[in-house]
């Protein structure tokens, strides 16, 4: 099985100014695209080979672990985006984030302090357990809450060819602008199936 990249639900200019279509043309572009085609070769001739994508990540590790994760990763980051989605999280996932923590407004700062506060490159996770509690969580380089058992809801790409870009050095203005194009239908919808 070869992994195809999938394309993207919005054109390249959709973000901007958020992420500009230069951003999507480097990171989604040749970011995403070289880990699946990487990956690609790795698995070839591997007990990977015919594995779909999830399963690779939760049971590899090395090289092909960092692949098909950041692969993964990306995929996940770039579908929860959009320029007119739904601006709040709504339902069952909007109670959870109240009583654990407080209010939306008190989630989102303490979801850009852990991406602030993260050293080095990885992603910042909201991920839920099987009774549905959730965490936010810090994953070094190419980590993924499904390796643990979580399941992951929303991720925020924090390496920094995600903002270079478009903010330079500041990750703490680039992680307050990503909430302008989350997309709480896809996120809701992420937390209840
Ligand atoms: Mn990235």
């Known amino acids: 099985m070869k992994f195809t990249q999938p394309k993207l639900p919005y054109s390249p200019d959709a973000l901007a100014p958020v992420i500009s279509p230069m ?7 040749k970011h995403e695209r070289a880990y699946i085609d990487t990956l690609n ?6 007990e990977y080979a015919e594995m779909p994508l ?17 692969a ?14 739904l601006k709040e999280p709504a339902g069952k996932l909007r109670d959870k984030i109240e009583e ?23 992603w910042v996770w909201l991920a839920a357990d099987a009774d549905g509690k959730l965490y936010i969580l810090q994953g070094k380089d ?5 390796t643990g058992g979580m399941k992951p809801i929303m ?29 709480w ?3 809701d919808a992420r937390y209840e199936n």
């Open 23 to 29: 951003t999507i043309e480097y990171h989604y572009g």
């Open 41 to 46: 070769k790795l698995i070839e001739g591997t």
């Open 54 to 70: 999830e399963e690779i990540v939760v049971n590899s590790d090395g090289k092909i672990f960092n692949n098909a994760s950041q």
């Open 72 to 85: 993964w990763n990306h995929i996940f980051y770039f579908f929860q985006f959009s320029p007119d989605g």
């Open 100 to 122: 654990q923590f407080g209010s939306f407004e008190e989630f989102k700062t303490k979801f850009e302090e852990a991406g602030t506060t993260l050293f080095g490159s990885g």
């Open 142 to 146: 190419a980590e993924n809450p499904m």
């Open 155 to 183: 991720v925020f790409d924090v390496w920094e060819h995600a903002y270079y870009l478009d903010y330079q050095n500041l990750r703490g203005a680039y992680l307050k602008k990503l909430w302008d194009i989350v997309d």
């Open 185 to 187: 239908s896809v996120v």
